[in-house]
């Protein structure tokens, strides 16, 4: 089982950029594909984007496409997310998770909070 740490969360203004880190435990981690989620306050958790286990291919939901990137550096077992433009409906807490089979993910860790002030 890998264990995930989320960080780098916080307060920025819209159109600010915030970088996230997601730091894995375990020799597994290269093996897998990660994602990204979010959830915001009384809705569901939304998928925001993924990436593959080699990092060549990433995907992203169509909220933010173009303002978010997903990347990963599998020498240091972390995954990132730089978010750039962000908006007040950006607002959430951000959770990374193994893809453990395709468009199943577990291992989650415990999120970090993003907030937009407007």
């Not at 939901?61 to 908006?87: C, E, H, P, W």
């Amino acid at each position: 089982q890998v264990q995930l740490v989320e960080s780098g969360g916080g307060l920025v203004q819209a159109g600010g950029s915030l970088r996230l880190s997601c730091a894995a435990s375990g020799r597994t981690f290269s093996s897998y594909a990660m994602g990204w989620f979010r959830q915001a306050p009384g809705k569901e958790r939304e998928f925001v984007g993924g990436i593959s286990w080699s990092g060549g291919s990433t995907y992203y939901a169509d909220s933010v496409k173009g303002r978010f990137t997903i990347s990963r550096d599998n020498t240091k077992n972390t995954v990132y997310l730089q978010m750039n433009s962000l908006k007040p409906e950006d607002t959430a807490v951000y959770y990374c998770a193994r893809e453990f089979r395709s468009g199943r993910y577990d291992s989650w860790g415990q999120g970090t909070q993003v907030t937009v002030s407007s």
